[in-house]
């Protein structure tokens, strides 16, 4: 059976080509889509975190948390963050509405297409759920190149301000933003605090936790 793992180093080594033609340098380059590459990785963890424990999906032969989740699942996600980035820019040409448009019909078409040839996941929530899911997915991954913009420019902001005040303003708001891009990263974070008290009153180890999450489980 075809897997997702080749159709993932196909589409990045056709994004690889594209870029290398884009304008600027390679520390520009490097410094944008590396970013969004790892964007990818991180924002994809935090999802399945999320979506295969709530059982809305799961992989049948890379197990969440697996090795070779670690290995195949992971740098997928980082294509996709990296994919949905550079048709954002290009087709979308970085307006949200006509992103939207162009990109999330183009990734749902392609991803969800080539899982019905590969069944690389495994969907247990009703379609409906799964179509509303891809909209806030793409705002997500997209919107996070520009407010990663505009955060560097509060940065700027703050250096400038003489106000202590102002520099106290721009910091809160700074704050928040970096909320607003990895919305879902708190409560990936809540569900691990809860997990440790939980641990804690049921006298089970850490040790014993790490080694359940990172051993092989079947979907």
């Known amino acids: 059976m075809l897997s997702a793992r080749w159709l993932a180093l196909g589409v990045f080594l056709i994004l690889l080509i594209l870029i290398t033609h884009d304008k600027g340098s390679w520390k520009q380059k490097l410094n944008s889509y590396g970013m969004t590459f790892l964007e990818g990785m991180v924002g994809g963890l935090i999802i399945d975190s999320i979506g295969v424990n709530s059982g809305y999906y799961y992989f049948p032969r890379q197990p969440l948390y697996s090795l070779n989740y670690w290995i195949i699942v992971i740098p997928c996600w980082g294509v996709f963050g990296l994919f949905l980035n550079y048709l954002w820019q290009r087709l979308g040409k970085e307006k949200v509405f006509r992103g939207a448009m162009v990109t999330l019909p183009i990734l749902f078409g392609f991803y969800e297409g080539s899982n ?3 069944g690389s996941w495994i969907y247990t929530a009703p379609f409906y759920v799964v179509v509303l899911g891809w909209i806030p997915l793409g705002y997500v991954f997209a919107g996070c190149r520009h407010r ?4 560097f420019k509060i940065d700027a902001w703050i250096q400038q ?3 202590w005040h102002v520099k106290v303003g721009l910091q809160v708001v700074r704050a928040l933003l970096i909320v607003v891009m990895f919305p879902l990263l708190f409560v990936s974070i809540g569900k691990v605090v809860r997990d440790l008290f939980t641990l804690r009153r049921a006298n089970v ?3 014993s936790y790490a080694r359940e999450y990172l051993m092989m489980r079947s979907g």
């Open 161 to 163: 301000a003489e106000n």
């Open 148 to 151: 990663r913009d505009v955060v």
């Open 205 to 207: 180890s850490l040790k």
């Open 116 to 118: 019905l040839i590969t």
